[in-house]
């Protein structure tokens, strides 16, 4: 995760980008991760078909990725930190729950937290 950051912040630094205020970062990330689900429903046939990811697909995740990893930088989060916190997290929910999801009903463990 650290050498994605450093990609992130080198393509920063070589481009001149300003930083956006975390509100305004988040609204970025919230269009991306809606050209990403619009991938996913054309890949899908809007249900139709099972998801098998597509180019289209791939490059919306990157998008999502690295509008991340930018608010990351831009407020000063470790994003391997986090992530390490967080999957702690889950875990501990699993071993109490026998679900990670945030719901009091126990959860798939394969599902989204």
């Known amino acids: 995760m650290h050498d ?3 990609s992130v912040r080198a393509l920063h630094k070589e481009c001149g980008t300003a ?3 975390p509100e305004n970062r988040l609204l970025d990330i919230q269009s991306e991760l809606g050209e990403l689900a619009k991938e996913v429903l054309k ?4 249900g139709a078909v099972p998801f098998r990811p597509t180019d289209a697909f791939r490059e919306e995740y990157g998008d999502v ?5 930018t ?3 831009e407020t000063d989060t470790d994003p391997a930190a986090a992530l390490a916190s ?6 501990a929910r699993f ?3 026998g679900g990670i999801g945030s719901g009091n009903e126990p959860q798939n463990h394969g599902g989204t937290p």
Do not use: I
């Open 4 to 6: 994605a950051l450093e």
């Open 19 to 21: 930083p956006l205020s």
């Open 43 to 46: 890949a899908t046939r809007y």
């Open 65 to 69: 990725l690295y509008a991340l990893l």
């Open 71 to 73: 608010l990351a930088e």
């Open 86 to 91: 967080v999957l702690g997290k889950y875990r």
């Open 95 to 97: 071993a109490r729950k």
